[in-house]
Nanobody, 119 residues
């Protein structure tokens, strides 16, 4: 099993930056890909960004490209999401997720961290 714990969410103003973190523990060697998802009230969950654990290959959702950066620190078992030029539409609960090697879905999820962007 893998446990994921997010932190760093909060209330910011439009145009501000914020970095949220996700610390993984447990059988982290079984993880192939880490991701950030978000879900706003009344909306479906959407993918924000993904990163492969070993190679650091990244992918971004269309509305995040150029503003968000996903990174990982293998030594610290931590994945980060740097968010710049935040907009009120970025307000959501941000979830960290992990996909096991060979899995077709994300097997592990954190509890989420709230990010609120005021106008």
């Amino acid at each position: 099993q893998v446990q994921l714990v997010e932190s760093g969410g909060g209330l910011v103003q439009a145009g501000d930056s914020l970095r949220i973190s996700c610390v993984a523990s447990g059988r982290t060697f079984s993880i192939n890909t880490m991701a950030w998802f978000r879900q706003a009230p009344g909306k479906e969950r959407e993918i924000v960004a993904t990163i492969t654990w070993s190679g650091g290959v990244t992918y971004y959702g269309d509305s995040m490209k150029g503003r968000f950066t996903i990174s990982r620190d293998i030594a610290k078992n931590t994945v980060y999401l740097q968010m710049n030029s935040l907009k009120p539409d970025d307000t959501a609960v941000y979830y960290c997720a992990g996909k096991s090697i060979g899995s077709m879905k994300y097997d592990y999820w954190g509890q989420g961290t709230q990010v609120t962007v005021s106008s």
